[in-house]
């Protein structure tokens, strides 16, 4: 518990202290170096797990990701949505759909299809968090909390009072009661967002005729999206393990 809390402390101050360095430079570099253990962290869950395999992944996202951002991206959020969302409703449902004995018989395709599908989303992740820098740094570090106080309440109301388990065999220790607790935590992070911050706010939540019910809509929706790629990640590790 105690080095959990001091790891989560000291990313955080790490991650700040990037953000308000006052050069995109360094968060792009910050990100490139994010990208590269994530796509290898990735490729590794993925059943590729040969040095070789794992260095060529890298390499390729990499250069992907400086194509794109060489190519002169606009402060704009399209590409990001648009290829990630659809993609990771997709991927985590046919991940979570699938009895778990599936998973860990991976067929060689089914590999292929999950590395592929990780390495655009980790892409368009990377390509959101350096666009929402170039939008408003508030903005990019709220979206951010919106995860740390998920995970957060999850975690601290599962020990307190989780009793339901959410995936038994995929992830005994994530329960129902923490479900609640971080939808419920993020719901009120957004009314406390939309009130002490009214100008430093996505651009869905201000064209909103009702602003803080699309506030409390997209944090929500965010951190379902964060319980989901918990419970894919627990699949993988457990495909991994075997």
């Given at each position: 518990?105690?080095?959990?809390?001091?790891?989560?402390?000291a990313l955080l101050?790490?991650?700040?202290?990037?953000?308000?360095?006052?050069?995109?430079?360094?968060?792009?570099?910050?990100?490139?170096?994010?990208?590269?253990?994530?796509?290898?962290?990735?490729?590794?869950?993925?059943?590729?797990?040969?040095?070789?395999?794992?260095?060529?992944?890298?390499?390729?996202?990499?250069?992907?990701?400086?194509?794109?951002?060489?190519?002169?991206?606009?402060?704009?959020?399209?590409?990001?949505?648009?290829?990630?969302?659809?993609?990771?409703?997709?991927?985590?449902?046919?991940?979570?759909?699938?009895?778990?004995?599936?998973?860990?018989?991976?067929?060689?395709?089914?590999?292929?299809?999950?590395?592929?599908?990780?390495?655009?989303?980790?892409?368009?992740?990377?390509?959101?968090?350096?666009?929402?820098?170039?939008?408003?740094?508030?903005?990019?570090?709220?979206?951010?909390?919106?995860?740390?106080?998920?995970?957060?309440?999850?975690?601290?109301?599962?020990?307190?009072?989780?009793?339901?388990?959410?995936?038994?065999?995929?992830?005994?220790?994530?329960s129902w009661e923490?479900?609640?607790?971080?939808?419920?935590?993020?719901?009120?992070?957004?009314?406390?967002?939309?009130?002490?911050?009214?100008?430093?706010?996505?651009?869905?939540?201000?064209?909103?005729?009702?602003?803080?019910?699309?506030?409390?809509?997209?944090?929500?929706?965010?951190?379902?999206?964060?319980?989901?790629?918990?419970?894919?990640?627990?699949?993988?590790?457990?495909?991994?393990?075997?």
């Amino acid at each position: 518990m105690r080095t959990r809390v001091m790891t989560a402390v000291a990313l955080l101050l790490l991650v700040v202290a990037v953000l308000f360095s006052g050069s995109e430079t360094v968060w792009v570099t910050f990100l490139a170096v994010l990208l590269a253990l994530a796509a290898d962290e990735w490729t590794t869950l993925s059943g590729f797990r040969g040095l070789w395999w794992r260095a060529l992944t890298v390499v390729f996202t990499l250069c992907v990701a400086a194509s794109r951002y060489l190519g002169g991206m606009t402060a704009e959020l399209p590409f990001a949505l648009v290829i990630f969302v659809p993609l990771w409703i997709v991927g985590a449902g046919w991940m979570l759909s699938r009895p778990l004995q599936e998973i860990r018989g991976m067929a060689l395709a089914e590999r292929w299809l999950s590395l592929l599908l990780g390495m655009v989303c980790l892409l368009a992740l990377a390509e959101a968090l350096l666009q929402l820098y170039r939008i408003d740094i508030a903005v990019l570090l709220a979206s951010m909390a919106v995860v740390w106080v998920s995970d957060s309440a999850a975690y601290f109301a599962g020990r307190r009072f989780g009793k339901r388990k959410l995936a038994p065999v995929t992830s005994p220790g994530k329960s129902w009661e923490g479900v609640w607790a971080a939808l419920l935590a993020v719901a009120l992070m957004g009314m406390i967002w939309v009130m002490i911050a009214p100008t430093h706010l996505p651009r869905l939540v201000i064209v909103s005729s009702l602003p803080s019910l699309a506030m409390v809509a997209l944090c929500v929706l965010a951190a379902m999206a964060g319980i989901s790629g918990d419970l894919v990640e627990s699949r993988l590790k457990d495909r991994k393990s075997t």
